[in-house]
């Protein structure tokens, strides 16, 4: 069961940082809290609102001062702010929640779906669908699309182009995994790897050894070793269905053996073990992308047939537009309040933004919050938490795998962030504060 333990994950840096890490979860609900308002961000005019869709179509960089004096009447920071809330999504269904579709079902039930019972429209959405769908790998291939998210009820996955988190080569991330989804990739002859299970494995293996060292040290006398104090450890390869021992003992007929089945299902109990956990993680690397690309569009597993998501394609996430996507912005609203303190009370003041909050938006928010709420504030995180295992490094650390990106979409200091390889293992960022322009955080 050592492979269900949670990983070591950074806590609060002792001294401040002048960035935050990546963090790959897609974030469900972002709450900022600072000593001073956020009034600014309030009753956008329709001018500043269509300059922010306009910087976000094009790509515009924004750079602002560290600190503004009067946000309020800074109409840069607020387009900018409208930047930031920018995301694109397929299909889109402005009565059903698209967003996370994995535990969703109660929150679709008794929503209008016409397409349930009519394979015909199902058809043409899956379709429609496809469509989005490659267009977006498309973009990612041609390192204009940074990165991405489809979110079915079974699982999601995110594909990162070449030169994001550490990787010279485009990955796509899936969790979480069954051994049926696995065992359908590997027939179709896509490579991939199971990074938290092998780490996990990995350390237990070198516990292990270490241990045995060590009784082996304390417990041997002069002349042993620790090949003679070593007893062979049991092996699922002793299973391989011979039994001539029991003909030997002239009772083969009368012992009930084995099946294939069972033999077969023993050898792979650790793989069905992590199942649905986020160590069941896969990642994929290089050109079987594309493989799992069309792995994906024709995956039965990939749309549900029964319940409230039954015959509706994934959601599509993207930071950029594409082919059928949708644009929507994510929901903001200010919240003032008092709070009790020692001696009396103060006033507090928080920005609520809601909706998948994806990574580049919450990096972009900061760069806007900063300057305006003059390098102080605090930002409590709630991830879709099976998104988290996405934090995973998709290799270990390599020297040069620098990619040309400067085209993706997004601003160069998001991009720098995301291009580092991610240090969070399958945990994610919870808390983020902002003290005199540096960054502590605790996952």
Request: proline share 8%.
């Amino acid at each position: 069961q050592d492979f269900h333990s949670p990983l070591a994950v950074p806590k609060a840096p002792s001294s401040p940082r002048q960035e935050f890490p990546a963090d790959w979860s897609i974030k469900t609900r972002v709450l900022f809290m600072s000593s001073q308002p956020f009034t600014w961000a309030e009753h956008l005019k329709a001018q500043e609102e269509a300059q922010g869709f306009a910087q976000h179509c094009r790509a515009t960089e924004t750079t602002l001062p560290q600190s503004v004096q009067e946000p309020r009447l800074c109409t840069e920071l607020r387009c900018a702010f409208q930047q930031s809330l920018v995301y694109w999504l397929h299909p889109s269904l402005p009565w059903l929640p698209l967003f996370p579709r994995l535990g969703a079902d109660r929150r679709m039930a008794g929503k209008a779906c016409p397409w349930a019972q009519d394979e015909a429209l199902q058809q043409v959405l899956m379709s429609d669908w496809s469509v989005s769908f490659t267009s977006l790998y498309n973009l990612l291939r041609a390192r204009l699309c940074p990165y991405f998210y489809v979110c079915s009820a079974q699982f999601s996955v995110l594909f990162r182009a070449a030169g994001l988190a550490g990787s010279a080569v485009p990955t796509a991330a899936i969790a979480p995994t069954t051994r049926g989804l696995r065992q359908a990739m590997r027939s179709e002859g896509i490579e991939f790897s199971l990074p938290l299970l092998e780490e996990s494995r990995t350390r237990k293996k070198k516990n292990s050894e270490e241990s045995l060292e060590t009784e082996s040290t304390e417990g041997l006398g002069g002349d042993g070793s620790v090949e003679d104090a070593r007893e062979p450890a049991p092996s699922d390869d002793d299973d391989d269905g011979s039994f001539s021992w029991l003909e030997e003992m002239g009772v083969q007929d009368k012992v009930k053996k084995p099946d294939t089945i069972s033999i077969q299902l023993r050898k792979e109990k650790h793989e069905v073990q992590v199942d649905h956990r986020p160590e069941s993680l896969v990642l994929v690397r290089g050109s079987h992308t594309f493989t799992l690309l069309n792995f994906l569009i024709s995956c039965r597993s990939l749309v549900a047939v029964a319940g409230p998501q039954a015959g509706l394609p994934p959601t599509l996430l993207s930071p950029v537009a594409f082919r059928g996507g949708t644009m929507h912005t994510l929901k903001a609203r200010t919240i003032s309040g008092r709070a009790r303190v020692q001696g009396g009370f103060e006033d507090v003041f928080s920005l609520e933004v809601l909706g998948p909050v994806l990574p580049h938006a919450l990096h972009a928010l900061t760069l806007v919050l900063g300057p305006a709420q003059r390098g102080s504030f605090r930002a409590l995180l709630s991830p879709h938490e099976p998104s988290a295992a996405f934090n995973t490094a998709p290799a270990p650390p390599q020297e040069d795998v620098h990619q040309d990106l400067p085209a993706c979409g997004l601003h160069p200091k998001t991009l720098e962030q995301l291009s580092q390889c991610p240090t969070l293992g399958k945990s994610c960022i919870r808390l983020l504060e902002m003290k005199d322009y540096s960054y502590t955080w605790k996952a």
